[in-house]
C-alpha cells in the first residue's frame, strides 16, 4: 500500500470516528429534558370536576428517588418543571391550605406522574372537608 494510500485512509477513519462521537454526543437522551405542567388546586369535596376546584399559589414538588425539583405555582395554581425524564411523586403545599395551622400536603389526582415526554394538565390537589 503507498504512503499516500495510507495517509488517506488514516483521515477517513479519523473523520468516520469524529462523526461516530459527534452523532452518539447529539442523541444522548440522559441530558434532554421534558417539560411537566399543571395545576396546584384546592377542593372542598370528594368528587372532583374542573368546576369543583380552585387554582391556588403554592410550591410544587417533583421527586424521582433522591432527586427533587420544587417550582413554584402562581396565583392561579398554574407550575411548570422542566425535569430529566422518568416517573415523578408529584405533591404540593400553599399557604391557602393548611389543618391546624400546618401546610397540608396536596398529591397529584392518579398516583406517579410518568414523565417520558412533556406532560400537561396534571393536578396536585388539596382536599379539605
Avoid: W
Wanted: aromatic share 4%; with cysteine; hydrophobic share 40%.
Amino acid at each position: 500500500m503507498s504512503r499516500t494510500s495510507v495517509r488517506a485512509l488514516t483521515l477517513l477513519s479519523a473523520a468516520a470516528l469524529v462523526v461516530t462521537l459527534a452523532g452518539c454526543n447529539s442523541s444522548s437522551s440522559s441530558t434532554s429534558t421534558v417539560t411537566v405542567s399543571g395545576t396546584l388546586a384546592y377542593t372542598a369535596g370528594v368528587a372532583v370536576t374542573k368546576q369543583s376546584y380552585t387554582g391556588m399559589p403554592g410550591t410544587v414538588m417533583l421527586r424521582a428517588g433522591s432527586h427533587t425539583h420544587s417550582v413554584t405555582a402562581d396565583a392561579h395554581g398554574h407550575f411548570s418543571a422542566r425535569v430529566l425524564p422518568g416517573t415523578y411523586v408529584v405533591t404540593g403545599q400553599s399557604p391557602q391550605f393548611t389543618i391546624n395551622g400546618v401546610f397540608g400536603t396536596c398529591t397529584a389526582v392518579g398516583g406517579d406522574v410518568e414523565a417520558s415526554h412533556d406532560r400537561s394538565g396534571v393536578l396536585v390537589l388539596c382536599v379539605g372537608k
